[in-house]
């Protein structure tokens, strides 16, 4: 993965609100991400295949569902931007991970 690649694929509000929820959690089930951003399970589940097609997250099917992570071979520069991001960008993000707390707590 180039920087390129992983700002192609953080491009999308939908996408990157997704990878910042899931860097929040150890993993995040698909259910709770539709819930989390308010969005069609389609959707969700469109945006979640491209960042596993970048490498930027791992979906592992358990039964009807895919719980989401962020993949372990991601370069450590692609987890320091996406944990800067994170850290510094809370507001971006803050009514999905209140909704997302809700749901997970």
Request: with cysteine.
């Amino acid at each position: 993965m180039n920087p390129l690649q992983l700002f192609k694929c953080l491009a999308d509000d939908t996408r990157l609100k997704l990878v910042l929820l899931v860097a929040t959690r150890k993993e995040v089930c698909v259910c709770d991400l539709t819930d989390a951003l308010d969005l069609e399970q389609p959707k969700i589940s469109r945006h979640l295949a491209e960042l596993r097609n970048c490498q930027v997250l791992y979906g592992e099917r358990r039964g009807r569902w895919v719980y989401y992570q962020l993949d372990a071979n991601l370069p450590s520069w692609a987890q320091t931007v996406i944990q800067t991001t994170l850290a510094n960008n809370g507001d971006f993000f803050q009514e999905a991970r209140e909704r997302l707390t809700k749901l997970c707590c």
